[in-house]
């Protein structure tokens, strides 16, 4: 009997032993486990501050992008304007004077403004390079204008009246197009009386009626290369009046010569030659009367 109630009493003893260590196993459990809760709410508190830094520090930096973009585009403006006057500026200059490094220098100017984000000051030393440039287009045409006026003015006055220094410079281009760079050219309305509208004179120069500034590019540089025929007649005039080549030829009209040798040159009027005209009408170019 004893020995029975000792055999309970020792089973029932393990048996509380094995609840209390499956008890004390469980506790250790879910204290493992609360802790790696805790760790992760540690870190993911960890990493929400973080991201608060970073965000705070992003709006930052996007403010001052914001004010620096902001002082950029308040100064773009006065740039824009000068590029506009150095457009019209070269546009005038076109055909004068040589304005490809004025160009280049403009472009490049622009690129740093577009390209330009945050200093205002980058945009106004570009606007005043931009200034500088028109300034200078303008000297330069000046320079230009007076130097026509001093070189080709004729006899009659200054170069050019009713065409202005624009019709001017577009009739001095053709002349000069078609060989005649070294020829004195002024503005005159007394061809044939105004009925003509350019002549040459034997003095070496030619004179045009205003109106031709306006004409076709094609028809203004017949028109020179016509004139530009008789100075070269007048230069080998005696020659030329005695050929008889040029008599049976050309009929001894200077004005049919005058157009044989624009074909030569390459500017073809109303008035046509044959081979042997032409071939003829050629040498007069080079001062010889076959």
């Not at 403004?113 to 200093?119: F, T």
């Not at 320079?143 to 026509?148: G, K, L």
């Not at 094609?218 to 100075?231: D, F, K, S, T, V």
Request: charged share 20%; aromatic share 6%.
């Amino acid at each position: 009997m004893i020995r029975r109630f000792v055999s309970v009493s020792v089973a029932v003893a393990m048996m509380l032993s094995v609840g209390i260590m499956a008890r004390a196993n469980g506790l250790d459990a879910e204290r493992t486990e609360a802790v790696a809760e805790l760790t992760a709410l540690a870190g993911t508190t960890r990493t929400a501050l973080q991201r608060t830094d970073y965000l705070e520090g992003a709006v930052e930096r996007a403010e001052d992008d914001t004010a620096d973009r902001a002082a950029v585009l308040e100064v773009r403006p006065a740039f824009l304007t000068e590029i506009t006057a150095l457009s019209t500026a070269l546009a005038g200059a076109k055909g004068k004077v040589d304005t490809a490094a004025h160009r280049a220098a403009a472009l490049s100017a622009q690129q740093t403004v577009l390209d330009e984000r945050a200093d205002p000051d980058t945009v106004k030393n570009a606007t005043a390079t931009v200034h500088a440039l028109t300034a200078k287009v303008g000297e330069e045409v000046a320079t230009w204008q007076a130097v026509q006026l001093a070189q080709s003015a004729g006899p009659g006055g200054p170069a050019w009246s009713t065409s202005g220094p624009d019709g001017y410079a577009r009739v001095r281009a053709a002349l000069d197009r078609v060989g005649g760079g070294g020829v004195g050219l002024y503005e005159s309305s007394s061809c044939a009386g105004g009925n003509a509208p350019a002549c040459a004179n034997s003095g070496g120069y030619i004179k045009y009626r205003g109106d031709i500034a306006n004409w076709s590019e094609g028809r203004l540089n017949w028109a020179m290369a016509h004139e530009l025929a008789h100075i070269y007649q007048f230069r080998v005039w005696g020659a030329l009046n005695s050929s008889g080549a040029y008599r049976s030829m050309f009929g001894g009209d200077p004005e049919f010569l005058a157009n044989c040798m624009a074909v030569v040159r390459g500017y073809p009027g109303s008035v046509g030659c044959n081979g042997d005209q032409q071939a003829w009408a050629s040498g007069i170019w080079v001062g010889a009367v076959r």
